[in-house]
């Protein structure tokens, strides 16, 4: 036997409208194409959201497990107390260095071979992203510039997104030319980081 009941349901339009239930399991306000509008805009809400859930300033913790994550980026193979709340990378890479403190995170990378470069610019990349958080492709690709403007001309730059500053260097040390790449918050001196990729 079918049961009805009367349901109001909420409409787009001007007003509710009666609807009719067939049966205990369905309810015509909420039909298959309506839930899956809905779940589409959960999901569009999350994803447009998600920057700014993260976190909007800088977060060493979250900075550590993000570089954990990007497996094909960093190699990190484990993570060693360097003391001072420093926290340094063991990973496979030849010529790079990985310190994480709360004061900055500090990625250090050898350009003297020419095969090093592009790695080198792609994981500052992926460092800047996950620390700086972009929440559009427009951000993303003003830190891509900004790598890429630093490491191939020899200069400094920086940035400040999000509560977080991202310092991009190539110089040269003891022969050899290298890529800082620098997490901090915006006020930090981030001149003092590379004391703590050495230890």
Known sequence: MREVANIVCIHH???PFIGEVQSRNHHPCLTTPTRRNIMRYIISMILFLYPALAWSEYNPQAIKAGMSEHSESFHIKNWRAAGDDVSVA??????VIISVS????EVIASL????QIAPAILR??????????????????????L?????TTGSSRSLTMNDVK??????????D??????LSPPAQNTQSSAGHAGK
Do not use: H, W
């Open 112 to 115: 003297m071979d020419a095969g």
């Open 13 to 15: 339009g001007p007003r």
């Open 177 to 182: 030319t290298f890529l800082y790449c620098t």
């Open 102 to 105: 709360k004061n900055n995170t």
């Open 166 to 175: 991202l310092d991009v260097s190539s110089k040269q040390v003891v022969g």
């Open 90 to 95: 063991e990973t496979g890479l030849k010529g």
């Open 147 to 151: 790598i890429q403007d630093a490491a």
């Open 124 to 145: 500052c990349m992926v460092l800047g992203t996950i620390g700086l958080s972009p929440k559009d492709e427009a951000q993303r690709s003003k830190i891509g510039a």
